[in-house]
């Protein structure tokens, strides 16, 4: 079945949210911004495992560049804050008391933005995505399905109930990879997606930082960078 793969993908992410609504309230603030900490330097590791995989730095290094001045001319990161805001301003009259860290870590928007980026910029997203898309099957998309449900326990008990609204981020994202499979299959090659993961990679190191509150890196004006680097292999790669 078409589209299995994102589904799971959506139903753990809510399943990890709501465990980790529940888990949060019974475990200590100290506690809860350890874990956090402990999730922001994964993260990193993870980002940079990713952007070992480029075979030319300087195609990850342009597209994040270039890709981040086209995210900040359009706006993207308050494009995507201000779509959490609306969905909190739905869900909730007010942000959570009580769970705000340095920089409002514990914000509704916070958990939304951090996580539909942590869940959304990975080669599983895309790769898995296709793979779905054409007939090949959904393993992929479980595997990463299983690891997003956890990383969303963790999120969701020091983030708050942002991050389960991450997962219409999930939904629209691999579904409309999946729906454009057969297309992205013709036209991306191994160098490319190898490019792209280096470039989330890097990203993902970025939203690391951005947890580990040791600085807001604007992850999402950045995210242009997933479309630039496989356009500059397509165009200057051998």
């Not at 990850?60 to 981040?68: C, D, H, R």
């Amino acid at each position: 079945m078409r589209g299995l793969g994102t589904i799971v993908n959506v139903a753990t992410v809510l399943i990890g949210t709501a465990i980790g609504l529940v888990a949060g309230r019974r475990v200590p603030e100290r506690l809860r911004a350890t874990v956090l900490d402990a999730l922001g330097l994964i993260t990193i590791a993870l980002g940079l495992s990713d952007a070992l995989r480029t075979r030319n730095f300087v195609f990850p290094v342009v597209a994040l560049v270039v890709g981040a001045a086209v995210g900040e001319a359009t706006g993207i990161e308050e494009r995507l804050a201000s779509v959490g805001e609306r969905l909190r301003r739905r869900a909730t009259d007010e942000d959570e008391p009580g769970r705000e860290r340095g920089g409002g870590h514990g914000s509704f928007v916070e958990g939304f933005v951090s996580a539909s980026l942590v869940f959304c910029v990975g080669p599983l997203t895309v790769l898995g995505s296709i793979s779905d898309g054409l007939g090949h099957g959904a393993q992929e998309l479980i595997v990463k399905a299983a690891m997003d449900g956890l990383v969303a326990v963790v999120f969701a008990s020091t983030l708050g109930i942002g991050v389960g609204f991450s997962a219409l981020t999930v939904l629209v994202v691999q579904g409309g990879l999946t729906a454009g499979a057969g297309a992205a299959d013709r036209v991306l090659t191994e160098r490319m997606v190898a490019e792209m993961t280096a470039a989330g990679g890097i990203m993902l190191m970025g939203i690391g930082v951005r947890l580990l509150d040791v600085k807001p890196v604007r992850v999402a004006s950045m995210l242009p960078a997933l479309v630039i680097a496989p356009l500059l292999v397509s165009l200057f790669a051998r």
